[in-house]
């Protein structure tokens, strides 16, 4: 096994990158117990190498597309980091020497959850660092059975969602132990059962999965119909890993350090070889956690003698998660990647993916127009959904929205643009038991960013490959579906009647649960287990809207034909009946810019559509128009 150090001298391509992790695996081959486990006959399972090669080149059609394109290989899904845990001699300084001269942003980076997604296990305060204690009623804890404190490296994860772990060679948790623990090699070692769930463990408990599956059927209801995600305890699920079949022999260097990174300050790889399976070494050498200044200005940034500075990586590289289908450029060629999806939902981090098949990209919109890259937790970490540090809104943009919007009245007066435009509906499980597209849920815990929603009764965003049955648990490929301008929408089961406990539109303190027949405050009726229900409350409100801009429409056309043709008419009527017909005319536009036709304001977009009449009959009457 040769020892590699990092030649600052020579750009590292893609297949550099890939091929440089081959020493890594070696080191893990011969240390890590999975291997000890399969030779004593104690493996319940079977794993897979997953490399490099696997996650950053072959996944999701990346040999295809390079060879549509010329291309030696491509990357689809992830976007590499400038530097790796494997790279040494390295420049990493850690945000502690950032925020030396850089407090501000330093303070609003440390209470945000790109700070806390990668900690050690004293640093998990929410359970006062016991990685056992039950959590939310349940029976499931941060660290699953068989596996101790002394066995990882790093809890990944934040109560928002979900917790998982990297064991002490550097390996993500993909496995338990049962009837024994990993710290002594004893038991059996078992795929799967590896990760806490809180929406699981806290939410979706058994009297609840029955409530689903009364409008969702087949939703699972005990613990052995999660199929592939199921495990000994509720509230814990098998990631990357069936349950007691197969799992992802998978280093961090091939998939966490993309996202969930951290930085080691060793000097050669033949120190930082040396620390793998000692916890204590790989955590005091461990110079930052998550995601972190150096994670996008690079190593050292700005300073003197460093590697970094300018942005060497931005958001794109962990929230623009593609999937390429050859057949997508049919209904937009200049757009042909779907986003990521691991089961019938999209992925988390495909944000950066869903944006770029909007129009809002194609306007010049990117992540940080309204977002604070600093602030990315606005509220406290410990929450289960997220309010984001905003430099704009939609109403900075969209003020005839607003102006509609802020004379709605009634319930919906007290939402805000992203209840309806920017649904949660990404999920950042593979679990397909709990996930049903059709229905708004259930395990999804990242806003959307797609903003246009599609008035429809039967058409969804999310659909199977065609001709499949949409069947969550069985069929896989599912992508968003696209519009006849070849961008994706929000269906109106998403946008009104999804079910999900990390949107604060339907989880914080004083929200209304919107539709979800789940969690809803709202009279029953308004409870919509359906997209069709939803269709038609959306038409009481649009139909009378529509047909009035309809009649503006053709009440202006006879005006303007009369005026014009009107000669003998008298100045004081005709500039009459011009003045009513562009007041009319003003509101024909409003409408028409709003684009809601109803639905941001029905009792105001009525209003004005009757002003608009009147004026128009006026105006009739003045030229004599039967």
Known sequence: MGIREIDPNTPRTLENYVGDADGFLEILFERHPMFHYEREGRLVGQ?????????????????????????ERAAITYRLGMESILDYPNKFVGPDKCGECHPAQYEQWERSRHAKSVRFPEQMLEVDGDLKRPLYGSSASILPLGIQEDDIYAVIGTPRTKYGFIDRWLVRGT??????????????????????????????????????????????????????????????????????????????SSYCEVCHSFKFDFKSRQEFFDAIGDKDMLREHTISRGISCEECHGAGAHLYGARGAGMPSNCERCHQRFAFHEDEAEPNPRKPFNAYFKSSCPSCGTEGAQMYSSLHYDKGMRCTTCHDPHEVTANDWRDEYTLVGLKQTCQDCHPTQTEFFAEMG?????????GCHMPVMMSCENFAAVQNPDKGGFDNVRTSHIWKIDVSKDRKSINPPAGKDRDPMNVKGWRFDR??????????????????????????????????????????????????????????????????????????????????????????????AIFLAKEANEVKKKLEKDGGWGIHGPQYSKKIVDEALVYLEQAKNILGIK
Not at 412 to 417: F, G, I, L
Request: hydrophobic content about 30%; aromatic content about 10%; charged content about 25%.
């Open 47 to 71: 794993y897979r190498i997953s490399d490099r090669m696997e996650e950053f080149v072959e996944m999701n059609s990346g040999p295809k597309f390079a060879k549509k394109k010329g291309l």
């Open 175 to 252: 496995y338990h132990v049962q009837d024994g623990n990993l710290s002594d090699l004893s038991g059996k070692m078992v795929a799967g059962g590896n990760q806490f769930s809180r929406v699981w463990a806290q939410h979706i408990t058994p009297e609840t999965a029955k409530k689903i599956a009364e409008f969702s059927p087949g939703f699972p209801t005990k613990m052995e119909d999660f199929g592939r995600s199921q495990s000994t305890v509720w509230g814990t699920n098998s990631y990357g890993a069936n349950y007691a079949k197969s799992m992802a022999f998978q280093p961090a």
């Open 410 to 418: 009634g319930a919906h007066s007290k939402d805000n643009c992203t």
């Open 483 to 576: 519009d006849e301008n070849g961008r994706f929408f929000v269906d109106l089961m998403w946008s009104c009647g999804r079910t999900t406990w990390a949107d604060p539109n339907l989880v914080k303190p004083g929200a209304s649960g919107c539709h979800s027949p789940i969690q809803s405050t709202l009279p029953k009726d308004l409870h919509f287990t359906d997209q069709a229900m939803i269709y038609e409350k959306v038409m009481e409100w649009q139909t009378p809207v529509k047909n009035g801009y309809e009649e503006i429409k053709k009440g202006l056309k006879e005006v303007n034909k009369a005026i014009a043709n009107n000669v003998s008419l008298d100045v004081d009527k005709k500039s009459q």
